[in-house]
């Protein structure tokens, strides 16, 4: 386990980083460990609703620029992860993981049934199904934020970045004929020594304000 300061120092030293030097590069070493923090994820009911797509082509990256609000940090990062989740989550995607759940811990799957008819009756039957994508968006957002502050604590920069067409990406990525649907991207690599934001202080509100104790 890491102390308290190898925790905080990286969450202060890391920011939503403008400009990326587009020739240093994440280590395949550390960009393994990027992806298994990603997998590590938790989620509701363990369901793992999403698809990290990680887009390398140099090419298909520059076309996604127009389509970020003209930011050049999907082209100009090391490793740009698009989070998209399952356009038509089902009992299918319940089943998947129940199956998973026997392979990886063993016993008999008619033991889960229980809490497979528990999950149908929330997210597939239940007034949740009404909202069920935003739900999913939200897990999304989990995973974002966990792959963030792994890279923080490995010394490597991000950006989260919603400000993007995801119908476009979406189009781009053929994203639909997977049967995935953009939520948000996040680049990751190194700053430039050129990005004037490196240097600006970090704004935050005070514990005071912000935390309330009950």
């Known amino acids: 386990m890491i102390s308290r300061e190898q925790l905080l120092a990286p969450l202060n030293w890391r920011y939503a980083t403008k400009q990326f030097d587009p020739v240093r590069k994440i280590s395949d070493a550390d960009w393994a460990a990027l992806e298994e923090a990603l997998i590590l994820t938790p989620s509701s009911f363990g369901l793992q609703p999403w698809n990290f797509v990680v887009v390398t082509d140099p090419a298909i990256r520059e076309k996604l620029v127009p389509f970020s609000w003209g930011q050049r940090q999907p082209a100009d990062c090391s490793h740009f992860v698009v ?108 700053r430039s020594a050129d990005d004037k934001y490196a240097s600006l202080a970090k704004v935050r509100f005070t514990a005071e304000k912000l935390i309330t104790r009950i």
């Open 83 to 190: 989070f998209t989740i399952r356009e038509n989550f089902g009992v299918a995607d319940i089943d998947a993981l129940l199956s998973r759940t026997i392979e990886v811990r063993g016993g008999e799957l008619d033991k889960l049934n229980a809490y497979r008819d528990m999950m149908i009756g929330d997210l597939i039957n239940g007034p949740r199904s009404k909202w069920i994508q935003e739900w999913m968006a939200r897990q999304a957002y989990i995973a974002l934020g966990n792959f963030m502050t792994s890279a923080a604590l490995l010394g490597i920069d991000t950006c989260p970045m919603e400000g993007l067409d995801p119908v476009k990406y979406d189009e781009i990525l053929g994203l639909s004929d997977l049967g995935l649907a953009t939520v948000v991207a996040c680049p990751a690599g190194y």
